[in-house]
């Protein structure tokens, strides 16, 4: 089944500074790529999503991009801010099983001001 | 929008007991809703897929009897940890996909502590 792989598993920043989170899939029939931010106790929050179809999309400053050859996708948040602090998730999915997600291991963000 | 909700937020019960969780898709219909599990400071792990009026499927090392889940309509589904132990203390969350796309919402998830 598929496996996804998350790095770092704790990141630091200066605030204003970027962010970049690597995830890597193994399963080359995955087509849909979600990041989630997570805040202590609550839910995950869907923050922006990339398919196969497409290499990059943006949403302000948070941008993804999608390396479907190396089966690597990355999250990359610019101008990082104390509220940018939280646990982030990336996943993947196939249509073949079922839309189901398979989650990484998960990101600690700290945005330090 | 895509609202999911959960109910209860939280709960406490007995060793032995049995506790029901509700997951509702608010403003859309969900064929298809998720139950996740995630222990603290882990990622989530999915636990069954429901889909509406048939049997939910369950990943491998889960346990059916244990975890029931009932997908009775297009905007419920419930989770009822049978015979709950300290083991089972867990975050519960579940999500809703629109019809068969794959954009799942997740639900504000369900505090399980079993003393």
């Known amino acids: 089944g598929e496996n996804v792989e998350q790095h770092p598993s704790t990141l630091s920043v200066q605030e204003g500074d970027s962010a970049v989170i690597k995830c890597t899939y193994s399963?080359?029939?995955?087509?849909?790529f979600p990041w989630y931010k997570q805040e202590l106790g609550k839910r995950p929050q869907l923050i922006i999503d990339?398919?196969?179809?497409?290499g990059e999309k943006k949403d302000q400053r948070i941008a993804v991009t999608l390396n479907k050859t190396a089966k690597h996708f990355s999250l990359h948040i610019t101008e990082t801010q104390p509220e940018d602090s939280a646990v982030y998730f990336c996943?993947?999915?196939?249509?073949?099983?079922?839309?189901?997600?398979?989650f990484g291991a998960g990101t600690i963000l700290r945005v330090k001001s | 929008g895509a609202v999911v909700s959960q109910h209860p937020s939280w709960v406490i019960c007995k060793s032995g007991t049995s506790v029901k969780i509700e997951c509702r898709s608010l403003?859309?219909?969900?064929?298809?809703m998720f139950w996740y599990r995630q222990f603290p400071k882990q990622s989530l792990m999915l636990m069954a897929t429901?889909?509406?009026?048939?049997?939910?499927?369950?990943e491998q090392g889960v346990e059916k009897d244990k975890f029931l889940i009932n997908h009775a309509s297009l905007t419920l589904s419930t989770l009822t940890v049978t015979s709950a132990h300290p083991e089972d203390s867990s975050f519960y969350i579940c999500?809703?996909?629109?019809?068969?796309?794959?954009?799942?919402?997740f639900g504000p998830g369900t505090r399980l502590t079993v003393l």
């Open positions: 996943a993947a999915s196939a249509m073949e099983y079922g839309n189901k997600l398979v």
């Open positions: 399963d080359s029939a995955s087509n849909y």
């Open positions: 999500s809703a996909a629109k019809g068969y796309t794959d954009t799942q919402y």
């Open positions: 990339i398919r196969s179809n497409v």
């Open positions: 403003d859309f219909q969900a064929t298809t």
């Open positions: 429901s889909n509406e009026g048939s049997k939910a499927t369950y």
